[in-house]
């Protein structure tokens, strides 16, 4: 344990003390890192670290108690990993999430400090005060201090060209007109951030919420300031600015080209940037991403080694989600944490002959939720899908256990946030209440304008689920008359028209509130898919997008209140978010608590037996290879 952590305890900060101090230890390090040093092109592991590194041990690491039987690991091997998208790699993108603060998993609970030292709250739940690690380093060796926060907090986070609009979550009370966070440096290592109302949910949105990490509050002002204009001319930024396409004099776009948020971690555009991460980019092929480690990487294990374990990572470029499959089953993968259930029986055939176990653990999302965009700029389809009637009609003419036995193998439960029986008869019942009762000659309903109502669903390949799934759902909707179409389209077009607004109807997972102690997770999923334009008004306090009707902006205010009080004091607040849900059925959750293979070598060592699936990815720098 570290030496020093800081607890929220009935909203009152408190200090304890570990029972490993780490200035005690004697530190060891990866046979690869040895040989930098004795050729001089390291400075020894004591020098890289910091005075209190993160101590992971088999009492608290980075996975829930009784989850991990945790073990002292091995140096060295290479981890082969897969991606079917060559800019993105969800499941990487968790392994090097590394927040200011966290909690073991994923569920915001005991939350104390990661790449903070530690942290105290005041009374009144409105001031914050953080501690650095001394001594903590970025990849390229440059020391962090709070001259970095400082950086991220005046040169970013206060420049209107850089943030035309401060964050929401940044302000007091988590309110979209709340005002902005304040920033107080203390001294180098120390800083205060201090808000006009309680935000006790605060550390929650640092650790977890969002999946944040660190870089909106700390980013490396040493390699960032010499693209800013406020440290360099515009004449010297000029020929930068140029290089890259820009139009004359736009320094901030330069800028944010060279600056790199946790989400664009697994991009090959980021090799070289200065990171905190256990492994960091260094080669890009257009079939591979070799992540190696993070020689200055701020963790160790209760022993003194320097984590992580594991010296390098091969994340492969295949062509889509069955090639990956394909690549799993014959053993050339080492982990994939959440390949698609629907090839279950296929993963556990191969299983011996593949070298791989196959572990069944929690899936955290909803692995298919039906979306309807309500503010898709069609008046004729704005009037049928924003009817309650419609929705609600449509989520009971789906038969659910169909699903969960064709396509999860009955490792799933049929929703409970929205009405979720099978039930076609009151489904007519309210299609035909609300005008819908004319029908064309296939029997297909039709719309306000006479014309047959079409519901054109657009979905990626994100997991196999989502097309059969998809297949299944309009099969249902014949049944009551409702015509459903599918189109499959490349996931970056998909990502591409959904942030134009272009559209109407997709599938996709959303993160499972059911799940959660607070209504956080699945705000994004939902504001994507069904209501961006509401979402930018509530954002911008009615500057932009649409101003939405009143039980949404009820929702979208329990859903902020939810996570501006601790978890612990949530409850209430997120019971009446889900009633407001059941009641409005703003989208449609088709299951819930769905089970996810997870699939690792069996040479893997550390690897979590129970809980989340993603939560494996979480403590990835504790996976060893056994010799």
């Excluded at 001089?40 to 009492?59: I, Q, T």
């Excluded at 966290?102 to 990661?114: D, Q, S, T, Y």
């Excluded at 007109?177 to 205060?192: A, H, N, S």
């Excluded at 272009?502 to 993160?511: L, S």
Aim: proline share 7%.
């Amino acid at each position: 344990m570290i030496r020093k952590v800081g607890v929220i305890l009935l909203g009152v900060a408190v200090c304890l003390l570990g029972t490993t101090s780490a200035l005690a230890m004697k530190y060891n390090e990866s046979p690869m890192l040895k040989t930098k040093v004795a050729a001089g092109l390291l400075p020894p592991v004591e020098e890289r670290l910091p005075e209190e590194p993160k101590v992971l041990s088999a009492e608290r690491n980075e996975v829930r108690k009784g989850n991990i039987d945790f073990e002292i690991g091995q140096y060295g091997g290479t981890l082969r990993m897969c991606r079917a998208d060559p800019n993105w790699h969800a499941d990487l993108f968790v392994m090097l999430q590394e927040p200011l603060v966290n909690a073991p998993g994923i569920l915001g609970e005991n939350v104390r400090g990661n790449v903070l030292e530690s942290f105290e709250v005041s009374k009144d739940e409105k001031v914050f005060t953080f501690h650095m690690r001394k001594g903590l380093k970025w990849s390229d060796g440059v020391p962090v201090t709070t001259k970095d926060v400082l950086f991220a907090y005046e040169d970013v986070l206060l420049n209107k060209e850089l943030t035309p609009v401060f964050p929401q979550w940044l302000r007091s009370a988590n309110k979209p007109d709340g005002e902005p966070m304040k920033l107080k440096v203390i001294d180098d290592y120390t800083f205060q951030i201090s808000f006009s109302e309680p935000y006790g949910g605060f550390p929650a949105q640092l650790a977890i919420i969002g999946w944040k990490g660190y870089t909106d509050l700390l980013k490396p002002k040493h390699y960032l300031k010499s693209f800013h204009i406020r440290y360099t001319p515009l004449e010297k930024l000029e020929p930068l600015i140029k290089e890259e396409s820009l139009a004359e004099g736009e320094w901030w776009t330069l800028f944010n080209k060279k600056d790199f948020a946790c989400w664009e971690f697994t991009s090959p555009e980021c090799i070289g940037f200065p990171l905190l991460t256990p492994w960091i980019p260094v080669k890009a092929t257009p079939v591979r991403v070799v992540y190696e480690r993070n020689p200055y990487y701020f963790k160790v294990d209760s022993e003194g080694n320097q984590l992580p374990y594991i010296d390098r990572i091969y994340s492969d470029i295949v062509s889509d989600q069955e090639m990956k499959a394909m690549k799993d089953i014959a053993g050339e993968i080492d982990f994939d944490p959440q390949p698609a259930l629907t090839d279950l029986s296929l993963f556990k055939e191969n299983e011996e002959a593949g070298g791989y176990r196959v572990l069944l653990l929690d899936m955290h999302v909803d692995p298919v939720n039906v979306h309807f965009n309500q503010t898709y700029p069609d008046p004729v389809w704005r009037k049928v899908v924003r009817d309650t009637r419609f929705r609600k009609a449509l989520s009971l003419a789906i038969d659910r256990e169909e699903i969960i036995d064709a396509v999860y193998f009955g490792f799933a439960e049929p929703s409970e946030l929205v009405p979720s029986e099978y039930d076609p008869e009151t489904a007519n019942r309210l299609l035909d209440g609300m005008g819908l009762d004319k029908r064309d000659a296939e029997g297909y309903r039709l719309g306000p304008d006479g014309k047959t109502f079409v519901i054109p669903f657009e979905v990626a390949e994100h997991d196999r689920d989502i097309v059969p799934v998809t297949e299944l759902v309009s099969e249902h909707w014949k049944k009551v008359g409702i015509k459903a179409t599918i189109k499959k389209i490349d996931p970056g077009l998909w990502a591409t028209r959904l942030a134009a607004n272009e559209v109407k109807a997709t599938v996709m997972w959303n993160h499972a509130p059911l799940w959660w102690g607070w209504g956080g997770f699945g705000a994004g999923d939902i504001d994507r898919y069904d209501w961006p334009l509401w979402r930018s008004w509530y954002d911008t306090n009615g500057e932009k997008g649409e101003e939405p009707p009143e039980d949404v902006k009820k929702f979208l205010n329990l859903r902020t209140a939810s996570i501006v009080v601790s978890p612990e004091k949530a409850k209430k607040v997120v019971n009446e978010y889900f009633r407001l849900m059941y009641d409005k059925v703003f989208f449609i959750q088709l299951v819930t608590k769905v089970k996810y293979p997870t699939i690792a070598s069996r040479k893997l060592g550390n690897v979590p037996h129970k809980g989340f699936a993603i939560e494996t990815s979480f403590g990835a720098e504790q996976f060893f290879f056994r010799k």
